[in-house]
Every structure is written in C-alpha cells, then in structure tokens.
T-cell receptor, first 115, second 112 residues
Framework: KAGVTQTPRYLIKTRGQQVTLSCSPI?????VSWYQQTPGQGLQFLFE???????NKGNFPGRFSGRQFSNSRSEMNVSTLELGDSALYLC??????????????FGPGTRLLVL | AQTVTQSQPEMSVQEAETVTLSCTYD???????LFWYKQPPSRQMILVIR??????QNATENRFSVNFQKAAKSFSLKISDSQLGDAAMYFC?????????FGQGTRLTINP
C-alpha cells in the first residue's frame, strides 16, 4: 500500500496570506489527524477527523481549520498567516475510528515558511 | 490532561552497544496505548513499537523492546546492537480517548 502523502512538501508564504495543505491517507484508512511540529513547542495536535467529522481538536486559534472529504482525504487551512505559523505540518492516518487508539502512520510533512 | 515527559534531550551510544531511552507519562485513564516513534533527519515519522496498556507483556520488535511499568507510568525503549541507521529523534507518545500526545523527543546519536 502507498503511504500517507502530503502536498505540497514545501511552501513559502507571507504574513497575512492563507494556505491550504492536503493529505491523502493510506488506502482504507478513515481517520486523519494533523500535527504542528516546531523546535520550540515540539509536536502539537491540531485536529482529528473521522468519516468527515471532526472528532477532536487541539488548542489552536480559529485561524486553523480543517475538513475531510468522503474519500477520507483531508485538508487543513490556515488563514491570516503569522510568522509563528512557520512549522512542519504532519498528517497521520489510522485504520478506523473505534476507540481512536489505533496506530497512526505519518506522512512526510509540509514545511511551511512564513515571511 | 495527559502529559508525556522525556527527560533525556540527547543520548549517544557506540555502534553495536545497547541504549535505553526514558519516558514517563501522566494519566488518569485506564485504557490507553503507548508508542515510540522515530524521526530520522529526512523527517518521516516512523512507528518503532507500540504497547497496549492492558497487556502485561512488554512489546518487542527485533532489536527494539520496551520496559512498560504501568504503576510507575514509565515506558522506556531499549535498542540493542545499535546501528548507524538508528540515529534519529525518538518520540514517546500516549494515546487515550482524546488524542495522541507526544513527548519532547530524545536525539539519539550513534558513534561508529
């Protein structure tokens, strides 16, 4: 099976712009989670989707949003970008929603640089 | 809220030796999973090993094994016969009912 794919891999934006990141989970996986990774804060949970519904949400401002489509692909959007949004954004998929404790498999990430 | 603590920001080991990475966690949940993930310099996060909290037997995957002490809320990773390819950031993670929570990571260096 193909792994989790994320596009684009690298992105440069300026403050105030918005950005959309895409994630395609492993075939058959219905749950997608998003994480922000920075040197200072480490890995922080953004949100989790299962069957097009947001199941959990982390402590991020409303500028961060996401959605999941019927084919389980997911997008996350960040509006009004700030310098502090520069990070590696990781997407992870897991097989089902039962209990949510299944192993998550990660994509290569999207490196976002905000200037 | 659940927290995961990795007290060793950096570790180094000689090739072919054994190294143990520490992890402690705090939770009031009884049903949870624990994971060790590896993130090499290429940045792809890879699952190393996982442990279900209800299982008393420690998980093992080839050269990787864990020491799971549920009462002490400790979950250490032992890497035997260390190889150059083991060099990476290692993250301990907890998953309960809500979300995956990561520790701050341990950077492991392998000395040839």
């Amino acid at each position: 099976k193909a792994g989790v794919t994320q596009t684009p891999r690298y992105l440069i934006k300026t403050r105030g712009q918005q950005v959309t990141l895409s994630c395609s989970p492993i075939s058959g996986h219905r749950s997608v989670s998003w994480y922000q990774q920075t040197p200072g804060q480490g890995l922080q949970f953004l949100f989790e989707y299962f069957s097009e519904t947001q199941r959990n949400k982390g402590n991020f401002p409303g500028r961060f949003s996401g959605r999941q489509f019927s084919n389980s692909r997911s997008e996350m959007n960040v509006s009004t970008l700030e310098l502090g949004d520069s990070a590696l954004y990781l997407c992870a998929s897991s097989s089902s929603g039962a209990g949510g404790r299944e192993t998550q498999y990660f994509g290569p990430g999207t490196r976002l640089l905000v200037l | 809220a659940q927290t995961v603590t990795q007290s060793q920001p950096e570790m180094s080991v000689q090739e072919a030796e054994t190294v143990t990475l520490s992890c402690t966690y705090d939770t009031s949940e009884s049903d949870y999973y624990l994971f060790w993930y590896k993130q090499p310099p290429s940045r792809q996060m890879i699952l190393v090993i996982r442990q279900e909290a209800y299982k008393q037997q420690n998980a093992t995957e080839n050269r990787f094994s864990v020491n799971f002490q549920k009462a002490a809320k400790s979950f250490s990773l032992k890497i035997s016969d260390s190889q150059l390819g083991d060099a990476a950031m290692y993250f301990c993670a907890y998953r309960g009912a809500q979300k995956l929570v990561f520790g701050q990571g341990t950077r492991l260096t392998i000395n040839p």
